[in-house]
């Protein structure tokens, strides 16, 4: 489990961390010090930092927290109004023939099966992500996907069911859920579920994140380059080290 964690911005009202993939959010039966939360505690011992959203624990990318309550509670009511603006990057498996377009399937839990599955079905809740491909490579693609709305597991879901699973999903790729019990079975990854999966985790990386501040209002556009494990995963797929594009322009 990774021990550090990035900075992108901070200031008396908050602060926005690059989550490292890997590092859970908070504390668990299998995880109690190795937790961003525990790391924060140990980086601001006084006045420790409070998550306003949150991301999966294989998931990279841009975290915002909160140094009171009231910016807690006035960041909260931006992420559950749908007034913050995410860009994530993901790698895909297969190329996708659209260059951009949206998708608009409901979402809701499985009558049977893993309780922490989502799927798409009639009568879901309202589901919409739009995507853009930056790149394609080796029947893979390298895509920005924006969330409109917040169901668990959205985007792995709704890309899942264009038939381009996200490269290393261990739930919604080609296999379903199997790779996720034979992970849990075998204690944690081992070389023939990497092999299986192509990355030891979801290739979905939190890039762009566009809020407005507590306390000012003012708008802020806070980003995580592609986290490095991604980046080298895209430059071996392209059979080059070149530098990834950085995602589309702008909030």
Not at 18 to 43: C, E, F, I, W
Not at 80 to 99: C, H, M, P, Q
Not at 102 to 125: A, T
Request: glycine share 8%; aromatic share 4%; proline share 8%.
């Amino acid at each position: 489990t990774p021990q550090e964690f990035g900075v992108i911005y901070e200031d008396e009202a908050m602060v926005v961390v690059d989550k490292p993939a890997g590092l859970p959010v908070h504390p668990s039966a299998t995880y109690h010090k190795n937790t961003l939360t525990y790391l924060m505690r140990q980086r601001w011992p006084d006045d420790t930092p409070h998550l306003a959203h949150r991301l999966d624990r294989e998931t990279s990318g841009v975290l915002v927290c909160a140094r009171t309550l009231d910016d807690e509670r006035a960041l909260k009511a931006q992420f559950e109004n749908r007034e913050v603006s995410k860009t994530y990057l993901a790698i895909l498996e297969g190329e996708l023939s659209e260059d951009r377009g949206r998708i608009d399937l409901p979402m809701g839990r499985p009558d049977e099966g893993l309780h922490l599955l989502m799927e798409v079905r009639e009568d879901g809740s309202p589901a919409r992500t739009r995507f853009e491909v930056q790149a394609r490579a080796a029947g893979h693609t390298l895509v920005a996907l924006h969330p409109e709305t917040g169901r668990q597991h959205q985007l792995r879901v709704h890309v899942s069911a264009l038939g381009h699973p996200i490269v290393g999903d261990k739930l919604y790729g080609p296999e379903g859920p199997q790779p996720f019990l034979d992970y849990v079975d075998a204690g944690g990854m081992n070389e023939e579920l990497e092999a299986r999966l192509g990355h030891p985790r979801q290739a979905l990386h939190a890039h762009r994140l566009c809020i407005a501040h507590p306390r000012t209002g003012q708008p802020l556009e806070l980003e995580a380059p592609l986290a490095p494990d991604l980046a080298s995963l895209w430059a071996s797929l392209t059979g080059a080290a070149s530098r990834v594009a950085d995602g589309p322009a702008g909030c």
